[in-house]
Structure formats: structure tokens, C-alpha cells
């Protein structure tokens, strides 16, 4: 007996058959909801990047975010079946959770990436700059004084208050720090000291951190000594996301993820 696509979950191990597009915007005939859509093609997807080697993959699909959890023989099946999920309509976030599964061959280790990785889909942001040493002090005072910057210009130009906050770190050395202090919007005219501009895209190496500050340098250190020994290689700036509450007010850096954008393989 086949499983009725009303009740289909992004976890069953089986390939659906859809039907024809209802509308660019609504399900496949015999799903109910947008959702049953995306897991339908979730499924799909899966099945022609690493046909049934993704029976040990369960998928969680969250709005447009999609985390993928299991394992795989090979870094390559890893890195297929996170492009093919990012490139259905309507993901905007895969974070990929797949570990290796340990074969005892050193060929399909070779180059194995060891950290988790993300895609991220293209937004635009609205943004202020700030140059600060890097200490909480410092860095506190200058994303509340942008912050509180941008919300002003935001309601100038009648839009709403973001709920979003995006803190790009560029020139990170000898104690000191380029800050882009960023908020998403389609709508938000560039005037003054505000840019708009994109934001961090594509494939980024991702890693939890505490509530610390020193944290960040910790996390991207380590994820750079990873990200190399993969054989790829980092952008020069790393990046981390807020939602509301984490700043609305601003009492210093809570724990997050901190984002480091590959720029692909080594050159050889």
C-alpha cells in the first residue's frame, strides 16, 4: 500500500511520484499545502543527486530551511545531495549535518569535510559600517549605536522595524575590526552612511558558540584549520545572525553561529 501524499513526511524512505503543478504558487495535485510540496520535492531531489544511498538521510524541513542529518560513504554524495536540496524553488537554508561513515579505506577520507556546512539563499541588506577594537565594550557600543541608526532610517523612509540583524566582520586583526552592521530589506533607499548591498551567500562553513566574545575568534580559527585541512578555502570575513530578542536590546554577544563562506577547492 502506498502512503497517501497528504501524510507523506520528509523522512519516508520511498520516491514519490508527483503530479502536475495546480500553479507556480500551489501544491502538486494530491498534496494539501505548500510544505507537502517542498517535501515532495525534497524527496525527489534526493533521489537523483544519490539515489538510494538517501535512505540513511532524514530531512527536516523547518518554513524555507532544510537540515539533513545522517550518513554517507563519500564527501562527494555529501556535497551532491546539499546542492541538489538547495537547488529546489523555495529553500533558502540547507544546513548540512551529514557525517562520513567510517569505511577503514582512506580514499573516500581523503579531503573529508569535518565541519558543518550551510547554503544560504541570496537577500539584500541594509547596512552602516563601524570600525571598533575587538572587546565587547568596544563592539557593543559601535552594532547598538548602528542599531539604533538603522531603526531611525528605517521608520524615515516608512518601514518597518527589522526583525532580522546581520553583523558581517571584515579586517579582523591585530585587535581591531570592520564592522557591517546589516538589517534585510527589499524596500530600503541608500541615503547617508547607509548602504545597500547583498548579503552573505552560497555554501558557508557553520559552527555553534558560547556567549563570549573571545568565542568568535576561538570558533573561526577552528573552523579555518578545518576548512583547510578539507582542501578548500575560506573567504576573508566571517559572518554571524541575529533574530529580535537577541538584539533589540543589545547587552553583548549571545550565543550564536558564527558563518565562514567557502570559496571552493585549493587551487593546485
Not at 537540515?67 to 563519500?74: I, N
Not at 546581520?166 to 591585530?174: A, K, Q
Not at 552573505?200 to 580559527?221: E, H, K, L, N, S
Request: charged fraction near 20%; proline fraction near 6%.
Amino acid at each position: 500500500m502506498t502512503s497517501s501524499p497528504a501524510y507523506r513526511t520528509p523522512n519516508e524512505h520511498v520516491l514519490p511520484e508527483p503530479g502536475a503543478p495546480v500553479g507556480p504558487d500551489r501544491p502538486f495535485v494530491g498534496n494539501e499545502t505548500v510544505e507537502d510540496n517542498l517535501t515532495e520535492a525534497i524527496q525527489i531531489a534526493a533521489w537523483k543527486a544519490i539515489g538510494s544511498a538517501k535512505c540513511g538521510i532524514d530531512f527536516e524541513l523547518e518554513g524555507h530551511t532544510v537540515t539533513m542529518r545522517g550518513e554517507l560513504d563519500t564527501e562527494q554524495r555529501r556535497k551532491a545531495l546539499e546542492q541538489a536540496i538547495f537547488g529546489i524553488p523555495g529553500i533558502q537554508i540547507v544546513l548540512n549535518k551529514v557525517s562520513l561513515a567510517a569505511t577503514g579505506s582512506s580514499t573516500s577520507q581523503d579531503h573529508a569535510t569535518s565541519f558543518e556546512t550551510v547554503h544560504v539563499a541570496p537577500s539584500t541588506i541594509a547596512y552602516a559600517t563601524r570600525f571598533c577594537s575587538f572587546d565587547e565594550a568596544s563592539l557593543s557600543a559601535a552594532i547598538r549605536d548602528a542599531v539604533a541608526a538603522l531603526d531611525l532610517a528605517f521608520d524615515s523612509q516608512g518601514l518597518p522595524a527589522s526583525r532580522e540583524l546581520v553583523i558581517v566582520y571584515r579586517n579582523d586583526r591585530y585587535g581591531t575590526v570592520t564592522l557591517q552592521v546589516g538589517m534585510p530589506s527589499q524596500q530600503f533607499a541608500a541615503i547617508g552612511e547607509f548602504h545597500v548591498g547583498p548579503a552573505p551567500a552560497g555554501r558557508m562553513a557553520v559552527a555553534g558558540i558560547d556567549a563570549d566574545v573571545q568565542a568568535i575568534q576561538t570558533a573561526r580559527a577552528t573552523l579555518l584549520g578545518a576548512i583547510a585541512e578539507s582542501g578548500e578555502t575560506a573567504a576573508d570575513y566571517y559572518w554571524k545572525r541575529f533574530d529580535e530578542g537577541a538584539f533589540r536590546p543589545w547587552n553583548g554577544h549571545p550565543a550564536a553561529q558564527i558563518f565562514v563562506p567557502l570559496m571552493g577547492p585549493v587551487a593546485v
